[in-house]
């Protein structure tokens, strides 16, 4: 079983949909919580961290932390055709800070 | 501010030969992470370096090494190239100190190597 699992997608929704992807985690070590976006041809850029249980807003995107099920989500609010990419879940391990990342969800928001 | 350069972008190779992929991080940060992804297995950590040691190494055979220099620059070498070996290497550059909240990994655009 991977550390990290991700719903591989892709996923197509249409411009002004709600968007969720989401991870789950197999050790509870793991302390910090990330999700990256990744545009085609390019590295992966931060989008969110959180390291508590629980909601953390930014914009439209919220990313959902639930330590008790091991889950983890990102939500895009009224999705844009500039939100298509691939989006990545990282967790990282306390003391270490080893990035686990996950397989990554392909989003492609229709016009 | 400069990003993560890393060069070549992109590089094909044969089986059995070997290569070596560079980084430039960000000025004034001193760990780099190589990663390598694929389709399949997604983003895998490679190992990190920070002030010339390496600080942390993923499950990869040994055939994967790297170094990094004293301004920083890393440099990644794969020996005895094999088919698996093709993908997308992205290093990823941070000051590697504290806890990953004041420490973001800046990604580079990658190499992308393809084993013939």
């Known amino acids: 079983q991977k550390e990290v699992e991700q719903d591989p997608g892709p996923l197509s929704v249409p411009e002004g949909a709600i968007v969720s992807l989401n991870c789950t985690y197999s050790?509870?070590?793991?302390?910090?919580f990330m999700w990256y976006r990744q545009y085609s041809r390019k590295g992966p850029e931060l989008l969110m961290y959180?390291?508590?249980?629980g909601n953390k807003e930014d914009g439209r995107f919220t990313a959902q932390v639930d330590k008790s099920s091991k889950y983890i989500s990102l939500f895009i609010r009224d999705s844009q055709p500039s939100d298509s990419a691939t989006y990545l879940c990282?967790?990282?391990?306390?003391?270490?800070?080893?990035?686990?990342f996950g397989t990554g969800t392909r989003l492609k928001v229709l016009a | 501010k400069a990003g993560v350069t890393q060069t070549p972008r992109y590089l094909i190779k044969t089986r059995g030969q070997q290569v070596t992929l560079s980084c430039s991080p960000i000025?004034?940060?001193?760990?780099v992470s190589w990663y390598q992804q694929t389709p399949g297995q997604g983003l895998q950590f490679l190992f990190e370096?920070?002030?010339?040691?390496?600080?942390n190494k993923g499950n990869f055979p040994g055939r994967f090494s790297g170094r990094q220099f004293s301004n920083s620059r890393s440099e990644m070498n794969v020996s005895t190239l094999e088919l698996g070996d093709s993908a997308l290497y992205l290093c990823?550059?941070?000051?590697?100190?504290?806890?990953?909240?004041?420490?973001?990994?800046?990604f580079g655009p990658g190499t992308r190597l393809t084993v013939l």
């Open positions: 000025s004034g940060h001193r760990s």
């Open positions: 370096y920070f002030s010339e040691t390496q600080r």
């Open positions: 050790n509870s070590a793991f302390q910090y």
């Open positions: 990823a550059s941070s000051s590697g100190q504290g806890a990953p909240s004041y420490n973001e990994q800046f």
């Open positions: 990282a967790i990282v391990t306390s003391g270490t800070y080893k990035y686990i």
């Open positions: 959180t390291y508590s249980s």
